[in-house]
T-cell receptor, first 115, second 115 residues
Framework: GAVVSQHPSRVICKSGTSVKIECRSLDFQATTMFWYRQFPKQSLMLMATSNEGSKATYEQGVEKDKFLINHASLTLSTLTVTSAHPEDSSFYIC???????????FGQGTRLTVV | AQTVTQSQPEMSVQEAETVTLSCTYDTSENNYYLFWYKQPPSRQMILVIRQEAYKQQNATENRFSVNFQKAAKSFSLKISDSQLGDTAMYFCAWDSMDSSYKLIFGSGTRLLVRP
């Protein structure tokens, strides 16, 4: 099956700093990618839709200035958590649908801890 | 807005036995997809099975099958001959027929397979 790689898998940062998370489709092109957030023992909540070559679409309640999304190429989307605070600590997962296929492929996820 | 509800936070089954996980959803759309995803301790999301709403026949993938009741908006997952490797979180998810793979997830059911 197709592969989506997410990096880093774990990151610890200090409060007030910014963290960038990368999501790459390794063997297919993805004009659209999705970013989800998962709190411990909870479900995945869609944060935003990343669109190649255009602005991301954010879900209601998600701060676009805090969670910057850039989809600069057909294989890479990045999520930058700006001025991170402890409440931003969470598990972030990306997914990418393969064009013409029947499945969305998920990255391995990134555990962000803000101290 | 679409919602997905999983009313069983935790389930337990003896190895080799059969277990059914429940899922209900709410949507005003007539055509859509439904999914069951597995999230093992590694946190990697794995597609278990998918159902197209326009198909009356229930989807089956080896030991996994669904009972799709469109009028009742119910989509349960049956796991036959449960194996220890089936221990994981299971998420029911909904997607519009536009194939965006912008998934709406339920809250999840934690399944424990006992040896």
């Amino acid at each position: 099956g197709a592969v989506v790689s997410q990096h880093p898998s774990r990151v610890i940062c200090k409060s007030g700093t910014s963290v960038k998370i990368e999501c790459r489709s390794l063997d297919f092109q993805a004009t659209t990618m999705f970013w989800y957030r998962q709190f411990p023992k909870q479900s995945l909540m869609l944060m935003a839709t990343s669109n190649e070559g255009s602005k991301a679409t954010y879900e209601q309640g998600v701060e676009k200035d805090k969670f910057l999304i850039n989809h600069a190429s057909l294989t890479l989307s990045t999520l930058t958590v700006t001025s991170a605070h402890p409440e931003d600590s969470s598990f972030y997962i990306c997914s990418a649908p393969k064009g013409g296929g029947t499945e969305a492929f998920f990255g391995q996820g990134t555990r962000l801890t803000v101290v | 807005a679409q919602t997905v509800t999983q009313s069983q936070p935790e389930m337990s089954v003896q190895e080799a036995e059969t277990v059914t996980l429940s899922c209900t959803y709410d949507t005003s759309e007539n055509n859509y997809y439904l999914f069951w995803y597995k999230q093992p301790p590694s946190r990697q999301m794995i597609l278990v099975i998918r159902q197209e709403a326009y198909k009356q026949q229930n989807a089956t993938e080896n030991r996994f099958s669904v009972n799709f009741q469109k009028a009742a908006k119910s989509f349960s997952l049956k796991i036959s001959d449960s194996q220890l490797g089936d221990t994981a979180m299971y998420f029911c998810a909904w997607d519009s027929m536009d194939s965006s793979y912008k998934l709406i997830f339920g809250s999840g059911t934690r399944l424990l397979v006992r040896p």
